[in-house]
Structure formats: structure tokens, C-alpha cells
């Protein structure tokens, strides 16, 4: 057990306010959760980016712009089912960005599961906000 | 939104062009992770002036990478426990409405201005390298007055630091300031594709009293949240360019995979002077650039 697993070491601040320290140490199941997304998401989109780039180089069709468009997600989907190059790196970039998300979503589930209301608000109101971005991508 | 169409050399092929981006970003994620600011301020300049990017581009393609850099590094913090979440889900709060605005900001009002967004640059480097200096004398540690959301919420924490050799105790303060720093940290790494580290490892460590390490490591994992935000925002709204972004990403994946393996061995002295460099880069290249020197 390495010594930063035990917080509050008495004597180092002056009077710590009692009675919050059980709410001060995250539960370890947060901190092993939040690994276990971020190196699934992580994982996940650099497989299917790096399967993506391989059929890039074998396929041709590099290129250096922007579609430009709104994510269509119907053409989304279809372009995935048929492996065409850039619809498989752009889905390998959306599961990237959405991993983040993610790991918000279990944030906040598992502090309202704590009863802890202050940072279950706190993550809702960061979820929202995602929520938000998404809305203003897909309208702009 | 249609961009100008950037100058890539045709004559390379596509392979040998994905490899050197992909090259460029290693390198940009093991600078970005040994000092916790995500590589961005590198990887723009270099996917522009090595590459001949439209910088809407570099900024989209940067600001995915720093998804995966902060995503990838904050796997290691967390586990060493050297990431204060609380303080980090406090801060996310600020760092996550700049950040959709800066985001905002670039794919519209500023969908035609590659040059205002160039321009940009230079005072984030210059403000980067001034709060780099101020930080410089000490890592925080003196006396700092209560701050009753920090109790409320019980932000503070403690962290075995190795090479002091012994349990350090912290307790954040001017939570007001820190939440004013993330929003704009916020703000600049979705206009500009930086993780804003750059602005948050210093004011943490400042202003709210907490130490460098855990400041650095805190400050790395509210990237991931911050730049996704604003890259969902440019990848939504069609403004990713996937043949760049997908050699960038997992090449500043696997630089920050090595930078933060290295992270516990380097010294204070080591970050800062690493942290220098990437500045000086930065600033060199920029400058360079507004000058006409190099296009």
C-alpha cells in the first residue's frame, strides 16, 4: 500500500475541518472506473484509427481537408458497414471525444449513488454542458 | 464553412506524409505530458509551418490529439492517485463552458481569420513563458487564506512525494480565481486546440496552493473533458480533416505514453526547463512566421 493512499496525515495543516474526511477520499471504485474507461475508450479509437489509417495508406485517399458538412449519421453508418477510409477515422475520432463523456456520466453516477450532492451537481452540470456542445455541433 | 485548401506537398506519398506527421506528434505528446500541457501549443505551429496547414485544421486535429494525450496520460495520474479529482470535477465546471465557447468562436466568427487565429499564438506564448518565471522561485507552499468552497467541498488531499520522501498535505485555496483561470484556459484551448495546462498548472499552484505535481497531474486530466467539448464541436460541425487528425492523435498518444512513463523521474528543475523550450520553440516558430520568414 503506497502511502498517498492515505490522505489527511494529521499535524501537517492547522485544524482540518472534522467529519468531511470519509467524503475527501474518493472511492477507489471512482479512481479504477474512471481508469477503466479512459483506457477502454483510448484503446478503442486508436484501434480503429490505426486499422483506419492502414487501409488509408493501402486504399489511397489522404486528404487534407475538412468535410465541411455536418456529421451526416446515416452516412455514418453506412460508410463504417462498408469500411470506407474516412468514415472509419472519423468514427475512430468520435469514440475519442465521447470517452471523456463517458467517464463524466459514471462520474456522476456514482457520487449520486454516494449521496453526495455537491459533486453530483457538479458533474450534471458539466454533463449538460457536453450535451449542450453536441446540440450547437450539429446545428452550426 | 469552406477553408482555403492547404498546401500539403503532393509529391510525398501518402504514407510517407502520415509517418511524418505522426513522427512531429510523438514528439509533441512526450513534451505535452512531461509538463502537463497537453502538446497543442507545439503540434499547432508544426502541422502549419512543417505541413502548410490551414490552422482551423492544425486547431481541430491538436485539439482531438489532446483527447487522447490527457486521456491516455491521466490513466497513469489517477492510478498513482496523483490526480486530485474532486479539484478537477470542481474546476471542469469553468473549463468546460470556455472551452465550447472558444470552440464556437473559431468555427464561426473567425471561420475566415487564419490570420487573427496565428496572431493568437503569440500572447498565449508570451503568457505561458511570464507565469512559467513567476512559478518559478517556489513551489507554492506558504500561507494561504481559508477559502470556504474549498472546505465545503473538501478540497484538499495529500500526495506521497517521492523525491522529498515523505506525505505532502494540501488544502486548496482562492477557488473564485482558479475557476476565473479555468474558464479562460477553457476558452483558449478550444479557439486555439491547446489543453490549456499552459495557464492552469501555474494558477493552481499560485493561487490555490496546490502543489506543482498534483497541479500538473489535476490539471491533465481536465483537459480530456475540456478539449472534448470543444472538439465535438468542430467534429460535428464537419471542421475535422480525419487523414491528419488520425496520424496526430495516435502519435501524440504514444509520445505522452513515454513522456508520462518519465514524468516521476524528472525534477522540478527538469519540468521547468523542458517547459522553456517548448516555449522558445513555440514562440521562434510563431514569430518566424508573422515575419514572413518561413511561410
Redesign the interface.
Given at each position: 500500500v503506497?502511502?498517498?493512499?492515505?490522505?489527511?496525515?494529521p499535524g501537517?495543516?492547522s485544524s482540518?475541518?472534522r467529519g468531511?474526511d470519509e467524503?475527501?477520499a474518493?472511492p477507489a471504485s471512482?479512481?479504477t472506473a474512471?481508469?477503466w474507461t479512459?483506457?477502454a475508450?483510448?484503446g478503442l479509437?486508436?484501434g480503429i484509427?490505426?486499422v483506419?489509417?492502414i487501409d488509408?495508406?493501402v486504399r489511397?485517399?489522404?486528404?487534407?481537408?475538412?468535410?465541411?458538412?455536418?456529421?451526416d449519421w446515416s452516412a455514418l453508418a453506412n460508410g463504417f458497414a462498408v469500411f470506407s477510409?474516412?468514415t472509419v477515422?472519423?468514427v475512430?475520432?468520435?469514440v475519442?471525444?465521447?470517452?471523456?463523456?463517458l467517464?463524466?456520466i459514471l462520474?456522476f453516477a456514482l457520487f449520486a449513488r454516494q449521496r453526495d450532492g455537491?459533486?453530483a451537481a457538479?458533474?450534471l452540470?458539466?454533463l449538460l454542458?457536453?450535451i449542450?456542445?453536441?446540440l450547437?455541433?450539429?446545428t452550426? | 464553412?469552406?477553408?482555403p485548401?492547404?498546401l500539403?506537398p503532393g509529391a510525398l506519398s501518402?504514407?510517407l506524409?502520415?509517418a511524418l506527421i505522426a513522427a512531429v506528434a510523438v514528439g509533441a505528446g512526450m513534451v505535452g505530458a512531461l509538463l502537463g500541457l497537453g502538446g497543442g501549443l507545439f503540434m499547432v505551429p508544426a502541422l502549419v509551418v512543417l505541413?502548410g496547414?490551414d490552422i482551423?485544421?492544425a486547431i481541430?486535429a491538436s485539439l482531438?490529439s489532446v483527447?487522447?494525450t490527457?486521456?491516455?496520460s491521466?490513466?497513469t495520474y489517477?492510478?498513482?492517485?496523483?490526480s486530485d479529482?474532486?479539484l478537477a470535477?470542481?474546476l471542469?465546471?469553468a473549463t468546460?463552458?470556455g472551452?465550447?465557447a472558444g470552440?464556437?468562436v473559431t468555427?464561426?466568427v473567425l471561420a475566415h481569420r487564419s490570420d487573427l487565429l496565428v496572431l493568437a499564438f503569440v500572447p498565449v506564448v508570451v503568457a505561458a513563458a511570464v507565469l512559467m518565471f513567476r512559478s518559478r522561485r517556489e513551489d507554492v507552499r506558504r500561507e494561504a487564506p481559508r477559502d470556504r468552497v474549498a472546505?465545503?467541498?473538501?478540497l484538499?488531499?495529500?500526495?506521497?512525494d517521492e523525491r522529498l520522501g515523505r506525505?505532502?498535505?494540501y488544502?486548496a485555496s482562492r477557488t473564485g480565481a482558479g475557476l476565473a483561470v479555468s474558464a479562460v484556459a477553457g476558452v483558449v484551448s478550444g479557439l486555439l486546440g491547446i489543453g490549456g495546462g499552459t495557464f492552469k498548472v501555474p494558477a493552481m499552484n499560485s493561487f490555490m496552493n496546490i502543489p506543482i505535481r498534483v497541479a500538473t497531474a489535476t490539471s491533465n486530466f481536465m483537459i480530456?473533458?475540456t478539449?472534448?467539448?470543444?472538439?465535438?464541436?468542430?467534429?460535428?460541425?464537419?471542421?475535422?480533416?480525419?487523414?491528419?487528425?488520425?496520424?496526430v492523435?495516435?502519435g501524440m498518444?504514444a509520445g505522452t505514453t513515454l513522456g508520462a512513463r518519465w514524468h516521476r523521474f524528472a525534477s522540478f528543475g527538469q519540468l521547468k526547463i523542458g517547459f522553456g523550450a517548448i516555449l522558445v520553440v513555440a514562440a521562434a516558430v510563431m514569430v518566424l512566421r508573422g515575419a514572413g520568414v518561413i511561410a
Open positions: 503506497s502511502p498517498a493512499e492515505e490522505p489527511g496525515t501537517a495543516e482540518p475541518p468531511r467524503a475527501v474518493l471512482l479512481r474512471i481508469v479512459l483506457r475508450g483510448v479509437s486508436a484509427l490505426a483506419g489509417l488509408l495508406a489511397g485517399g489522404f486528404s487534407a481537408t475538412a468535410s465541411g458538412q455536418r456529421v477510409p474516412p477515422l472519423l475512430g475520432i468520435l475519442l471525444i465521447l470517452t471523456p463523456v467517464r463524466v462520474s455537491a459533486f457538479l458533474t452540470f458539466v454542458m457536453l449542450g456542445s453536441v450547437i455541433g450539429v452550426l | 464553412v469552406a477553408f485548401a492547404p500539403l501518402t504514407v506524409l502520415v505541413f496547414l482551423h485544421l481541430a482531438v483527447v487522447a490527457s486521456s491516455g491521466a490513466t489517477v492510478h498513482e492517485g496523483l479529482l474532486r470535477m470542481f471542469e465546471v468546460v463552458i472551452g465550447i470552440a464556437v468555427v464561426t472546505e465545503r467541498l473538501g484538499r488531499g495529500s500526495y506521497y506525505v505532502v498535505v488544502r480530456g473533458v478539449a472534448a467539448a470543444g472538439a465535438v464541436v468542430y467534429a460535428l460541425s464537419g471542421q475535422v480533416a480525419v487523414s491528419v487528425t488520425a496520424p492523435a495516435l498518444l
